[in-house]
């Protein structure tokens, strides 16, 4: 603590997260001070730097939004998955331990196989289809292992003006084609990151010492098809869009048919209530088609 404020470090913040954070960082600027890193000034593998660094600031908080994304990629390349997704989690875990730090740290509904019709909670069986869910699976549990005091968000389907994403791909392809077939046998629940920013603030604020695994996401749960006619309709474009299956859209890494998550702990327990994805897609396209290449 300095001054009264608290001490909030943000990894890898130059990804989606990390600069929904940066955006909001300002309006939380009475009650914190945030240390943004990125992979560059701190390597969260790197297990000396990671100490190092929590040495000198010893924040109050540690939010990772440092992660291996590459879902496709991570079929070919899991050592570097696994080493950014479990142990460099394992490594800032073992840090927020050692210096007392709670760690908010996020993962992903591709934890989960997407074999069912219900909505998975918490604590539901895992079991990931691809590299990238499996790492991040792990990181899951290296996270808790090391260091109970620890809040993991699992998310999914996540988008925003920064970065790439689904969104932007869209938006992008809309410019270029007339045409674009779809996947529409997934289900899933998009999610603005600028809403998880949000939303890790209000754990942060309302710190209940309640750790472990909190779903989050928008809501309800949709197709990829359903989510690329709404950002279609929302940009005005007149592309026309072709529903597919998985079988006719062959991916490297397996996705889960239907990942959809559970919200209800996190508004029990944090009385957050996630928003429709629809209503905040429209409040933030505006700013997503500014800032698309
Ligand atoms: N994107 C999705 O659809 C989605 C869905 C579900 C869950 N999630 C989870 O949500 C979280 C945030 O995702 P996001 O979309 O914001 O990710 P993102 O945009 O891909 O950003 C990830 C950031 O992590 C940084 N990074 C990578 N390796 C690092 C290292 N060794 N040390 C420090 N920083 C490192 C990257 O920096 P460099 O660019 O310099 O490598 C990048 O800026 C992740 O945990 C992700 O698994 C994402």
């Known amino acids: 603590m300095l001054n009264g404020k ?24 009475v009650n914190y001070i945030f240390e943004f ?36 990629t991570a079929e070919t390349d899991a050592e570097r998955a696994f080493s950014i997704n479990r142990d460099g989690v394992a490594n800032l875990a073992e840090a927020c331990k050692t210096f007392k730090t709670t760690l908010i740290h996020v993962s992903t509904d591709y934890v989960f196989d ?9 604590d539901n069986f895992t079991n990931p289809m691809g590299v990238y869910g499996l790492s991040k699976r792990q990181g899951e549990d290296a996270a808790l292992e090391a260091n109970p005091k620890t809040v993991i968000l699992r998310t999914s389907w996540l988008y925003s003006e920064f970065n790439k994403n689904f969104v932007k791909t869209m938006l992008n392809l809309f410019k270029s084609k007339d045409e ?3 996947v529409a046998d997934q289900f899933g629940q998009p999610t603005n990151a600028n809403d998880l920013a949000e939303a890790i603030m209000v754990i942060i604020e309302n710190d209940h010492k309640t750790y472990g695994i909190f779903h989050f996401s928008n809501y309800p749960e ?21 529903p597919v ?11 889960p048919m239907r ?3 559970s919200l209800d702990k996190i508004e029990r327990m944090y009385h957050i209530q996630p928003k429709y994805w629809e209503n905040s897609l429209e409040d933030s396209i505006k700013t997503i088609i500014q800032h698309h290449d």
């Open 114 to 122: 997407g074999d069912t019709n219900i909505s998975y909670d918490e």
């Open 180 to 182: 674009l077939n779809i």
């Open 245 to 255: 299956t998985s079988d006719q859209f062959p991916t490297a890494a397996k996705r």
């Open 6 to 29: 608290k001490k909030i470090l943000v990894t890898g913040s130059n990804g989606q997260l990390g600069n929904c954070l940066r955006k909001i960082a300002d309006d939380f600027s």
């Open 259 to 261: 990942s959809t998550m």
């Open 222 to 242: 949709t197709t990829w098809f359903d989510f690329a006619a709404k950002i279609a309709e929302l940009s005005g474009s007149k592309v026309k869009l072709n």
């Open 37 to 72: 890193t990125d992979s560059a000034s701190l390597d969260i593998t790197d297990a000396s730097q990671v100490e190092e660094h929590f040495r000198d600031l010893k924040p109050d908080y540690c939010i990772n939004a440092a992660a291996y994304t590459a879902v496709d």
